[in-house]
């Protein structure tokens, strides 16, 4: 049975060159596999709209497709009305907030500045960074260094105030 349907032939249809093709059930699914695929996807999507009469048209490529719809995709053009019954749009909500060149310059440089005296520091006053960016307490933080708290406190304020002054020029 399985080598009869194997030995079945079937057609597939290439919209490309607008022919139909003889081929065996084999090379009938692995065409169409892809193709039934990115369908499915499309319909789950609500972006596929072809009628079953013209599936057969189907070659995968939904955007060249005659029933393409937009379905789930959002076009920059969507509004949607508030309760007062004004439309909006959400390009409303974006800020015009772009950073100018000049202010990723600098804070490029501020960076490189950073990364250059934390490598500069000793491997206590490293590990007292890395706790903090963390957010270790104090209190975590002084027992995972084995020092007490007032320690702790005083040798990371005095970390903090010395990067403070190497990098007066740039905050």
């Not at 999507?45 to 959002?74: N, R, T, V, Y």
């Not at 800020?95 to 520091?121: C, G, H, M």
């Not at 260094?145 to 990098?167: P, V």
């Amino acid at each position: 049975m399985e080598n009869q349907k194997s030995n079945r032939t079937r057609k597939i249809y290439l919209p490309h060159t607008k022919q139909w093709i003889e081929v065996t059930e084999k090379q009938y699914s692995t065409y169409y596999r892809d193709i039934w695929a990115t369908r499915k996807r499309a319909q789950a999507h609500h972006q596929c709209m072809c009628p079953k009469s013209e599936q057969w048209l189907c070659d995968g490529d939904c955007l060249i497709c005659p029933f393409h719809a937009a379905g789930d995709c959002l076009s920059l053009d969507y509004t949607i009305t508030d309760e007062e019954g004004n439309e909006k749009s959400w390009l409303d909500d974006l800020t015009d907030d772009v950073p100018s060149i000049q202010s990723i310059l600098e804070d490029r440089e501020l960076l490189n500045a950073l990364y250059k005296q934390l490598e500069a520091l000793d491997p206590d006053g490293r590990l007292i960074c890395e706790l903090i960016m963390q957010g270790c307490t104090e209190r975590a933080a002084a027992a995972k260094l084995g020092l007490s708290r007032n320690t702790f406190t005083y040798r990371r304020d005095k970390l903090l105030a010395a990067l403070r002054e190497a990098l007066r020029d740039y905050i």
